[in-house]
């Protein structure tokens, strides 16, 4: 499989280079960071992994556009017109977007779903801890915890988000009653699980027909 990374100079960019390196099924066909002049590319992509940030959003519009391939993107901050933008390449490429390209989180986001339903005797709030590098607060993955949750309670109270240290990902959601306290708890030990994560996504999307996917489609049939 042929591999853009786009947003190759930032630290998921770098770790995706280090698995794409190490193994022979993937193939680096270029990247583009901060101080990229341009698109170069060995040979035509299969497919664009983007870690990027949101301004940085035509331009991987233009690339994928350009290249005619495949998107996986894990970007997060975009705001409701950048969001329709990204969603527009769903008429001509498959694409895929997810806050977090773990399957363990999503499995975290069936069970607070559930948990939720039981908003007469619990209430809950989600935490979440990150290094503190990392810009939007809440993160990504805690507002796809948020809308898990809301599908089932009103008794959510605001996420408590917390930058210290170089923490990859802690994400908690937390329900407790007067008598008792339950919580439900990801972490992250390493970038090394987003970045594969983003590769396994990418080797299914190849295959698909144009479209907007998610993690739901990904893993559904497989948990």
């Known amino acids: 499989m042929k591999v853009f990374v786009f947003g190759a100079s930032g630290r998921m960019g770098q770790e995706l280079k280090k698995i794409i390196d190490s193994n022979s099924k993937y193939q680096w066909v270029g990247g583009y960071g ?3 002049h341009g ?24 690339l994928v556009e350009s290249q005619a391939c495949a998107l996986v993107s894990g970007t997060t ?20 977007w ?24 619990y209430s809950f709030q989600i ?3 990150h290094h503190i590098h990392k810009k939007d607060k809440p993160s990504g993955t805690a507002i796809l915890l948020e809308k898990a949750a ?6 959510l109270k605001p ?8 923490v990859f990902g802690i994400h ?44 739901e489609n990904f893993t559904s049939g497989q948990i």
Request: glycine content about 6%.
């Open 77 to 96: 901050g975009w705001d409701e017109p950048q969001r329709k933008s990204f969603e527009s390449l769903k008429k001509q490429h498959p694409i895929f």
């Open 34 to 36: 901060q101080e990229s």
């Open 150 to 155: 809301q599908q089932s309670t009103d008794q």
């Open 98 to 121: 997810s806050a977090n390209m773990s399957v363990g989180i999503h499995l975290m986001a069936q069970l607070v779903k559930t948990l939720a339903r039981f908003g007469d005797r």
């Open 159 to 166: 996420t408590l988000s917390i930058r210290e240290g170089e």
């Open 39 to 62: 698109f170069e590319l060995s040979e035509k992509p299969d497919v664009v992994i983007d870690f990027s940030l949101p301004e940085a959003l035509p331009q991987l519009i233009s």
């Open 127 to 129: 935490e979440e801890t």
């Open 172 to 215: 908690k959601f937390i329900a407790q009653s007067p008598n008792e306290a339950l919580e439900i708890k990801h972490e992250a030990f390493g970038r090394s699980l987003f970045a594969q994560g983003a590769l396994d996504v990418a080797e299914w999307l190849i295959t698909q027909k144009p479209g907007l996917y998610t993690m």
